[in-house]
């Protein structure tokens, strides 16, 4: 069995100097590679664009420092820490594992916490921060529905002396006034997952059609971040494999963004000279079952031949399989269906059984346990946390038929939680220097 390894998450170079044409890739969709700039110019590029959302999880290699930026974070050890926990929705298995998974560790370590639910409105939110800021709790974490439009709950909280952790799907601008904020860059498992299936379906001389079912194109960085991610990585490996790769890793990004972005706008994309075709995608509305039927089910209809499915997430696949099999399809056999998240013990069962055939790792677990054992950390003393990076990722990984035992656990709806350790920016900086 092979052993679980997390490969690094995808980081950039700070940008410097962006490259002339480069700005703007909704304005330049279809460039090839030929047409783009390559190596150091390549990071810088993608660094600077304008049209981002599809960016989720790309950093530069080096941070500023964040420790002039006043968190509130506590000036003495404290015992009887309460949590306000602003919660975006309770709607899914992943949410609900999160903040299950908080609401154990908190009571491991003798914590109150507390708990509302906005169903993923912006204005509810705001209301139940204010509502912990009245009843005045040590800390509130922010499972952040719009986080630009959080940033006067923030500042409010903070002014009262109350610090605020976020967790994702959205990354924090730096000079936010948060701790850190905890989220799965989510271009990183899709690139993972365009390589393993150009490792495995590539052929030279051959092309594979590719549909797609996502949730929410034009309005989630973790919808087009996956897919990006994903035909990014595909193009990496594909051209590594047929003898031709790419002078770095971040130019094959810097085409697949370009790429990404006018499949998006175009609804397909014929890359059929670099052994693939993008027939389509849906977009679901929601990253749960009825999502992933209402994604796939015209796609499903107007491309029959279809080789493989992208899905967003394995929460989708249900809904997913079962548009499948009303075509009279037996995923796994007749259509190869992968995803870029979550691990759920249902996905797992599926990959074992061959219906799917992976999926990326983006464990709510780890990200309730990671939060709670932080606020411990800070408020036990034993943790400096002024200077920690405006987003803190966690491991990217895929799972696969050959280590799905490592992330299996059958006791719980989701993939283990693996240990996750914060870095401060310092220690970031240093690590990626080496």
Known sequence: MKKVRFPLIVVLAVCMVLAAGCSSGAKNGGKDAADLP?????????????????????QPLTLESRAHIEKALPKEPKEDVTIGWAAASLGSTFFVNMIGSAEETAKKFGYTLFYENANFNVQTQSTHVETFVTKKVDVIVLNAVHIDSSL??????????????????????????????????????????????????????????????????????????????????????????AGNPYPTKYDAMLEGYYHWIEFRDKGKLDLSEKGIKLVGYGNGGSPDPQGGQKASSDLLTAHPQMDILFVETDPMFPGVEAEIKSHNKVPGKDLIVACAADGTRQAMDAIKDGRLFATGYNSPILNGVSIITLIHDIFSGSFDANNLPANSFTPAAIITRDNVDDFYDP????????????????????????
Request: charged letters at 20%; a negative charge; proline letters at 4%.
């Open 152 to 241: 006067q709950d923030i500042k409010r909280a903070v002014a009262a002396g109350i610090p605020v952790i976020v967790t994702g799907p959205t990354s924090t601008p730096e000079d936010f006034p948060v701790v850190t904020t905890v989220l799965s860059g989510s271009y990183a498992p899709g690139f993972q997952i365009g390589e393993y299936i150009a490792e495995n379906f590539y052929k030279k001389g051959e092309v594979l059609e590719v549909g797609m079912a996502l949730s929410q194109v034009g309005m989630a960085a973790d919808t087009e971040s996956r897919a990006n991610g994903f035909i990014g990585g595909f193009l990496h490996k594909s051209r590594e494999m």
């Open 38 to 58: 390559t190596g150091e110019a390549a990071l810088e590029a993608l660094l600077s664009m304008k049209d981002n959302l599809s960016l989720s999880g790309i």
């Open 411 to 434: 006791n719980s709806d989701m993939a283990k939680a693996f240990p996750f350790k914060f870095q401060t920016i310092d220690e970031y900086n240093a690590a990626n220097a080496q």
